[in-house]
């Protein structure tokens, strides 16, 4: 491996100079050619790399990084046409540094210093400049190696001998400075990734405050088209109460729709519950919907979502109860109508139970005296049945009110001729309305409990124009139009059974029609 040869003994800073600047790799089984002869340690041949050509390499790769560093910058804030351009000449500058620091003998110091020279005018730039305000941290963290690295190159062009002989103090000085220049790129790295986090927090809450402000528009709009709903159908229901009450105006001039003019009274107190009930949560709601806008102005959107939620089931209830009114404002109108004379499927004993509650109303309103029992006993098997709605309507509320008006008469305190009325005591008017499936036909019967009609008279009941009634109460064409729709149009029978002071039954004899 060679012949042994002493290391010389120096005793000054040179000495520690030597140890210092020097870095020992193990090259086994292999000479350093170009190098003068080293010392054997553990037998094995020792190349010694000078660390200034490393320490000038890193001054001219800092410069570049550093000129990238503000690149990046300058694209992320869009200062790219202010600043790229003098950006690039300065990378070509630090390029241009590198490549005569290693190519022209002796000239790496000049030419580290020069890169010295060119980050410091970008610090510089940095600090007084507003458009990199926000990297200024930047400087602290470059500038003192930057310093050390100025002075070290400076000392080495004036006076090699006292550079030789301080080396070890600036290379410990450069190696502090290193330290730094890591430990505040770490801190400033993390304290960017602290500042990114906060950013993605603001951005979160401002897009919690888009999306709030969107939900209050979202309501408002919902308000504002609820409110209107409201006042349409409010307005709805008052034109149909009209139509309704001109329709009955025109119902009690025709004679063959006489019967309908009882149910004037019947009808109005029928659509007015409903009506009633639409007022009243209208009103609510209009109550709630300022309690609404004030919960939006403070931005309470929980407390906006039940008071929304609170309009919609006062809005469900309007629908209802528009829906109830609409449906008798459209059966009166249905009754109105000349049939059609097509049979459809009918539910008869909801049929009955209306029009017994209508004709009833009807009578109250007229006489605010008069009460009377209704009692009903309905067939739930019979289901629907196939009729002419508008026409069995006619003939039930025909029977109901022919009722109402006989227990009426047998209720008053004298009797047609004038004497005093002795049935009086102990009698509650009743009428008892029911259905009945027996076999293939359906039975539907309207009973009363009044004077029964006289035998005398029995066989002309059905006959056009006879009444019972007096003079300006009757047409006499209730029961004869009723006993043609039974027979005629659908195929049936209408029977009476009555007794004198007892009462009267008139019963619908109906086939099932598939």
């Not at 539910?347 to 007229?366: T, V």
Request: glycine letters at 6%.
């Amino acid at each position: 491996m060679g012949s042994k040869q002493e290391q010389p003994r120096n005793r000054g800073p040179a000495n520690k100079s030597s140890r210092v600047s020097r870095v020992y790799y193990n090259l086994p089984g292999k000479a350093c050619s170009g190098l003068p002869a080293m010392p054997r340690l553990f037998t094995t041949q020792l190349c010694i790399i000078d660390l200034q050509k490393l320490t000038m390499i890193l001054e001219f790769i800092l410069a570049i990084l550093s000129i990238r560093y503000l690149r990046g910058f300058v694209q992320k804030e869009n200062l790219v046409a202010k600043w790229d351009k003098q950006l690039l000449i300065a990378i070509g500058i630090a390029v241009a540094l590198l490549a005569m620091g290693s190519t022209i003998p002796h000239g790496g110091s000049f030419a580290a210093l020069l890169a010295d020279g060119l980050v410091l005018y970008i610090l510089y730039t940095v600090y007084n400049t507003a458009d990199f305000s926000k990297i200024k941290s930047m400087v602290y963290t470059v500038l003192p190696y930057i310093v050390v690295s100025v002075l070290d190159n400076l000392v080495q062009l004036i006076s090699k001998t006292f550079y030789n002989s301080w080396k070890e103090y600036f290379e410990t000085a450069k190696l502090f400075a290193v330290i730094w220049l890591l430990a505040i790129w770490f801190i400033t790295k993390k304290q960017r990734k602290a500042l990114e986090l906060e950013r993605v927090k603001a951005q979160e809450k401002e897009k919690q405050y888009i999306i709030s402000e969107t939900l209050k528009a979202e309501l408002e709009v919902q308000v504002a088209e609820r409110t209107a709903a409201l006042t349409q159908q409010k307005a709805a229901l008052e034109g149909t109460l009209n139509e309704l009450k001109s329709t009955q105006a025109q119902l009690i001039q025709s004679e063959k729709m006489a019967s309908l003019g009882e149910l004037t009274a019947g009808i109005a107190h029928e659509i007015q519950n409903p009506l009633n009930f639409v007022n009243n949560f209208s009103e609510v709601n209009t109550e709630l919907i300022e309690e609404l806008k004030e919960a939006i102005a403070k931005g309470d959107t929980a407390e906006a979502k039940l008071i929304a939620d609170d309009i919609s089931a006062n809005e469900q209830k309007i629908n209802h109860h528009g829906k109830r009114a609409d449906a008798i404002v459209k059966g009166m109108l249905q009754h109105s109508r000349n049939s059609s004379g097509q049979k459809e499927p009918t539910d008869i004993n909801a049929l009955a139970d209306e029009y017994l509650r209508l004709a009833y109303h009807g009578l109250r309103a007229k006489d605010k005296t008069f009460n009377a029992t209704m009692k009903t006993e309905f067939d739930e098997s019979i289901g629907k049945i196939n009729v002419i709605p508008q026409d069995m309507g006619r003939v039930i509320l025909n029977l109901i009110t022919n009722a109402f008006y006989a227990v009426a008469a047998k209720k008053k305190p004298l009797t047609p001729d004038g004497k005093i009325n002795l049935a009086l005591k102990d009698y509650t008017p009743t009428v008892t309305v029911s259905t009945k499936k027996t076999g293939d036909k359906i039975l539907i019967s309207v009973k009363d409990n009044g004077s029964g009609i006289p035998a005398s008279v029995l066989d002309k009941i059905f006959q056009p124009f006879f009444t019972t009634k007096p003079t300006g109460e009757g047409t006499g064409l209730g029961l004869s139009m009723s006993y043609d729709i039974v027979t005629k149009s659908h195929g049936g029978e209408l029977k009476v059974s009555t007794k004198e002071n007892e009462g009267s039954e008139f019963t619908i004899q109906l086939p099932i029609q598939p």
